[in-house]
């Protein structure tokens, strides 16, 4: 599966850097000497991310090919994600090799949904994102059988579910907490609306009751 061969990737690495790229998807022209770029001025406890475009079709002359586009260290990743939405892809990210050569397991090979954002959230508890807003790489929507177009989330992932207990230990007083506790709110809402459309109403309002513990907004509203 595609976690066990990233993860044979990353073992098998020999740069300093990691970058990932699916086979249905793009690099622009820029993308990897902007990742260099960002990992010179930041070379320790970082890990590096491009915006991305989602597409159905070709992407030539939509990719940004500036190599000098500006970047910033992110404040908090869990509140950016929280405001903006997902905000970058697997494809969009670079990691340094050293941290991930020294982590036991990247990619959980168990999971079948948000393996790779699971590697993402547990990389922002313990380094910083630096962010590149320019839409460097291409993520392909349309394909048949991909993970994006079969999943659905009639049960909480366990990417949510392994946030949410990290969340819950961190001190009170941490910004990151709320703010990730939330993306675990956004994603019951998930649960509920496919609950819905199964027409299993009961189960639907246990989700948003879960959801509610964290964040109510206006999705949870128009849900209820």
Known sequence: ??????????????????CF????????VAFLEVMVNMYRHYPEG??????????????DGQLDTDVDANF??????????AA??????????????????????????????GEDQDLWFRLADRLQLIFCPAKLVAYRMDVAGSLCAVHDMRTLPQVYSRLEQRALQW???????????????YAYVGVA??????????????????????????RWLATL
């Open 1 to 18: 599966g595609v976690s066990r061969a990233r993860n044979t990737g990353i073992a098998a690495a020999r740069g300093e850097l990691v």
């Open 21 to 28: 790229l699916d086979a249905d998807d793009w690099y622009g």
């Open 46 to 59: 970082s890990f590096f991310s491009s915006s991305f475009l989602c597409m159905e079709e070709a992407v």
């Open 72 to 81: 910033f260290a992110l404040d908090n990743f869990y509140e950016y994600q």
């Open 84 to 113: 903006h939405g997902v905000f970058y892809c697997t494809n969009s990210i670079a990691v340094p090799r050293s941290t991930l050569q020294s982590m036991p397991m990247c990619f959980p090979e168990d999971d079948h949904f």
């Open 171 to 185: 001190s009170a007083s941490d910004r990151s907490r709320r703010a990730a506790l939330r993306i675990v709110a």
């Open 193 to 218: 609306r496919y609950a819905l459309q199964d027409g299993r109403r009961t189960d639907a309002f246990t989700a948003l009751r879960l959801a509610a513990r964290y964040a109510v907004s206006m």
